[in-house]
Structures are given as structure tokens and as C-alpha cells.
């Protein structure tokens, strides 16, 4: 098993819908990433959380430490959100582990 | 530099070739990260700078990976007798001090393609 999990592996969805990506790791961590990666490979990062929740325009990332588990939500989500979202731990040492990323489509 | 650059952005090598790969980070990051990743896949680290010492370098797949940064700024990860399962993106990522709570910033990669 791996030790960060995301799902669903890709989804498609409609312009306008509420989107959840989710992401359950194994480990304890220092800091979980989420993080966007546009075809042609360049990666960008979206939210560092280590507790609760953060919003930044239409993007909404929680975490739940207990649980182990966060959720990446965009609300109206629109064509130009389409792209692999990948969450990512940091558990102590300096490197991170990455999930497999979410492919996601937002057809118009 | 306004971000992460990395050079060449493609590069096409016949096995056996060894080939350098450049990460140019953003001005003043101390830590400096390499990743590999496969098609489909999700990043996988390589190893981890802080300025010119190499504090990790758990993830380097064999020998024939090696990676320096000598004066603490840019990086080269050098791969000798390149080998087919070595194709993969190799994305460069640097951060201000290293510490857990930062942000990472990322360079666009270099996608290696070993014929």
C-alpha cells in the first residue's frame, strides 16, 4: 500500500460543478501539499497545510490530522481547472512522497 | 531568476549516452530537491541539497545517478549509461530555508526520453 492514497484516479465533470479530490496517507506527517500540474509537467503549489483549512479563490483544501486524511474542493469549477492535482506528505525528513495525482476534466 | 528553470526542457539520448540535467533555483533558496517522475505517475524523490552539501540521497535509482551543487546555487543531476527505464520527467524544486512549513517551488522539468 502506498503510503499517500488519492481518489478518484481521474474524474470528469461538467463547467460549473463542486469538485472533491481526496488524499489519505499512512504516516505521520509534518505538512501535507497540494499541488497542480499542467500537461507540459510544470508543477504548481497550491496550499501547505498542517492543520484545519485554507481557501484561496475558488479552491478550499482541509485536513483532518486524526483521520488522516484532506480533501482538495473546487467550487465553480470551470474548463481551465482541468489538470493533475497531486497531494504530497512531509513526514519529518525533507523529502516529500506524492500521491499518484487526480486527473481531472471540466468539460464545458 | 523570477523561478525554478530547468534546461534542456527535452532531451532525447540513445542508451548507453550519459547526459546532465541543469536546475537553476530560485535566488537565495538554500534546499534544493530533485524528483524523477514516470509517465502516469506521481513525483519520486531523488535526493535533497541544503546550499552545496547533499543531505539525502536515498532516492538515487543506482550509481550510475549522481547530482552536485557545488556553489550552493545551481545543480546538475548527471546520469551515465543512460538506460530505457530511465525515461521520466526530472522536476528540480527549490524552497527558501528547507523548512517542513514552506512552500515549494517548481521548475517545469526536463522530460528524458532514452531510446
Known amino acids: 500500500k502506498n503510503e499517500v492514497e488519492q481518489s478518484p484516479q481521474n474524474l470528469t465533470a461538467q463547467e460549473g460543478e463542486f469538485i472533491t479530490i481526496n488524499c489519505s496517507y499512512s504516516?505521520?506527517?509534518?505538512?501535507l501539499h497540494w499541488l497542480q500540474q499542467h500537461p507540459g509537467g510544470g508543477i504548481v503549489s497550491l496550499f501547505m497545510l498542517s492543520s484545519g483549512k485554507k481557501k484561496h479563490g475558488r479552491l478550499i483544501a482541509t485536513i483532518n490530522i486524526q483521520e488522516k486524511h484532506s480533501s482538495l474542493h473546487i467550487t465553480a469549477s470551470h474548463p481551465r481547472d482541468s489538470a493533475v492535482y497531486i497531494c504530497?506528505?512531509?513526514?519529518?525528513?525533507?523529502?516529500?512522497?506524492f500521491g499518484q495525482g487526480t486527473r481531472l476534466t471540466i468539460n464545458p | 531568476g523570477a523561478g525554478v528553470s530547468q534546461s534542456p526542457r527535452y532531451k532525447v539520448a540513445k542508451r548507453g549516452q550519459d547526459v546532465a540535467l541543469r536546475c537553476d533555483p530560485i535566488s537565495g533558496h538554500v534546499s534544493l530537491f530533485w524528483y524523477q517522475q514516470a509517465l502516469g505517475q506521481g513525483p519520486e524523490f531523488l535526493t535533497y541539497f541544503q546550499n552545496e552539501a547533499q543531505l539525502d540521497k536515498s532516492g538515487l535509482p543506482s550509481d550510475r545517478f549522481f547530482a552536485e551543487r557545488p556553489e550552493g546555487s545551481v545543480s546538475t543531476l548527471k546520469i551515465q549509461r543512460t538506460q530505457q527505464e530511465d525515461s521520466a520527467v526530472y522536476l528540480c524544486?527549490?524552497?527558501?530555508?528547507?523548512?517542513?512549513?514552506?512552500?515549494?517551488?517548481f521548475g517545469s522539468g526536463t522530460q528524458l526520453s532514452v531510446l
Open positions: 504516516v505521520g506527517i509534518s505538512a
Open positions: 524544486a527549490s524552497s527558501l530555508e528547507g523548512a517542513a512549513n514552506e512552500k515549494l517551488f
Open positions: 504530497a506528505v512531509r513526514s519529518g525528513a525533507q523529502k516529500l512522497v
